[in-house]
């Protein structure tokens, strides 16, 4: 893999013990096609296909597909399921409809970020007057999320399925995923608002689309059965769908700047500190798990945040590297990579609040030499054909 577009193997080992490596439904057929396969949050994926520069720019100008089946997929199901993970998150999901989701995060007693995840509320059955959603979450921290989500939801009715396992997820990304995918799909793709979703056929069998995705690009995510989904797989790959792997993933979601759990946030970090306030819902929500230590660092006054940096020259800042000032180390950095679509090399940093403004200049340590960067706005990158929320 080339030395600009280097992608972690895996997220902290902490977050979980080590296992013997999990093979998702399409793992023979990445084999297949030669891709090269690494351990990542405990499962065997494909890190490239074509090549990471290639495959990011079919991303970025047609349309490229990801096997992404090693997410955690819980399917919560009970009687004021709404009302009953409100506590759970800062966001407020009373306001979600039917077919619509949340991107927010989970969050321990002192406010760090446990995990973050996205909801898709599904509705209310008419007969039993139970509501059902499904919850998707970080690979590395599946279990122990599914440990702690349960454990909060003790002693009520509420039911988590975990279809880790058993269901295979692919995310078809760019601005060509609604033409080829559309072929595939009995329902209208174009029906499906930015951030909703529905229960669909593929094949003559069940799918949940959702148009949401890790790439800043327009795109839908399915989750079907495993033979499906090899199913899907072949027929996108007939359609010209260019197959896509870890790597490049992670060069589109740092231009877009999406954060990655266990290196942009961690249980160390704040929804406050990596500039995640507007999932915060302080107006319209009761309390919540963390909430007190927030309203608290709200008043005050965060001491650092988490900042977009672009290089001065090609130099790639990588993450565990030292931010400094004046020769002073004053922050570190938590993604980074010479962006294809740019040509820039670019990067997040946490870094004290003084130094965080926009237009900040600062120094970053690689292998004994500073360069030169500064603080530029986020995201790196906007689509121009992404629908709007």
């Given at each position: 893999m080339a030395k600009s577009t280097e992608v972690q193997n895996t997220e902290p080992e902490h977050l979980e013990p080590k296992q013997p490596l999990s093979r998702t439904p399409l793992y023979d057929v990445a084999v297949e096609l030669k891709a090269r396969m690494v351990p990542f949050a405990g499962w065997e994926m494909a890190v490239q296909f074509s090549g990471i520069n290639k495959e990011h720019e079919a991303v970025r100008s047609q349309a490229g597909m990801f096997d992404i089946s090693h997410m955690g997929k819980f399917i919560l199901i009970g009687e004021n399921l709404i009302e009953t993970l409100q506590p759970l998150v800062p966001s407020d999901l009373s306001r979600l409809q039917p077919h619509q989701a949340q991107y927010t995060v989970l969050l321990s007693e002192q406010g760090?970020?446990?995990?973050?995840?996205?909801?898709?509320?599904?509705?209310?059955?008419?007969?039993?007057?139970?509501?059902?959603?499904?919850?998707?979450?970080?690979?590395?921290?599946?279990?122990?999320?599914?440990?702690?989500?349960?454990?909060?939801?003790?002693?009520?009715?509420?039911?988590?399925?975990?279809?880790?396992?058993?269901?295979?997820?692919?995310?078809?990304?760019?601005?060509e995923a609604v033409s080829k995918l559309q072929p595939l799909v009995s329902e209208d793709l174009?029906?499906?608002?930015?951030?909703?979703?529905?229960?669909?056929?593929i094949f003559g069998h069940p799918a949940f689309i959702a148009r949401t995705g890790y790439t800043g690009e327009d795109g839908f995510e399915i989750m079907v059965d495993p033979e499906v989904a090899v199913q899907l797989?072949?027929?996108?790959?007939?359609?010209?769908?260019?197959?896509?792997?870890?790597?490049?993933?992670?060069?589109?979601?740092?231009e877009a700047a999406m954060a990655l759990y266990g290196q942009d946030l961690?249980?160390?970090?704040?929804?406050?500190?990596?500039?995640?306030?507007?999932?915060?819902?302080?107006?319209?929500?009761?309390?919540?798990?963390?909430?007190?230590?927030?309203?608290?660092?709200?008043?005050?006054?965060?001491?650092?945040?988490?900042?977009?940096l672009e290089m001065q020259g090609r130099h790639i800042a990588r993450h565990?590297?030292?931010?400094?000032?004046?020769?002073?180390?004053?922050?570190?950095?938590?993604?980074?990579?010479?962006?294809?679509?740019?040509?820039?090399?670019?990067?997040?940093?946490?870094?004290?609040?003084?130094?965080?403004?926009?237009?900040?200049?600062?120094?970053?340590?690689?292998?004994?030499?500073?360069?030169?960067?500064?603080?530029?706005?986020?995201?790196?990158?906007r689509s121009t054909s992404r629908p709007q929320k």
């Open positions: 760090g970020i446990l995990d973050d995840i996205i909801f898709y509320y599904q509705g209310e059955d008419a007969d039993t007057g139970c509501q059902r959603g499904v919850m998707i979450v970080n690979a590395a921290t599946c279990s122990r999320d599914k440990a702690w989500i349960s454990a909060q939801l003790e002693p009520t009715d509420i039911t988590l399925e975990d279809l880790t396992k058993y269901q295979a997820l692919i995310a078809v990304q760019g601005p174009q029906s499906i608002a930015f951030f909703g979703h529905l229960n669909a056929t797989w072949r027929s996108l790959l007939e359609a010209g769908v260019t197959p896509c792997g870890l790597g490049a993933r992670d060069t589109l979601r740092l961690d249980i160390s970090t704040t929804p406050l500190e990596a500039g995640l306030n507007w999932l915060i819902d302080w107006d319209s929500k009761q309390d919540f798990i963390g909430r007190s230590v927030l309203e608290r660092q709200k008043a005050e006054g965060v001491s650092r945040r988490l900042v977009g565990g590297y030292p931010v400094k000032v004046r020769g002073e180390i004053v922050g570190e950095i938590t993604s980074g990579t010479l962006s294809p679509t740019l040509g820039k090399a670019i990067a997040l940093a946490y870094v004290p609040k003084d130094f965080a403004r926009i237009g900040q200049s600062l120094d970053v340590e690689i292998r004994g030499k500073t360069y030169s960067a500064s603080v530029v706005k986020r995201p790196f990158y």
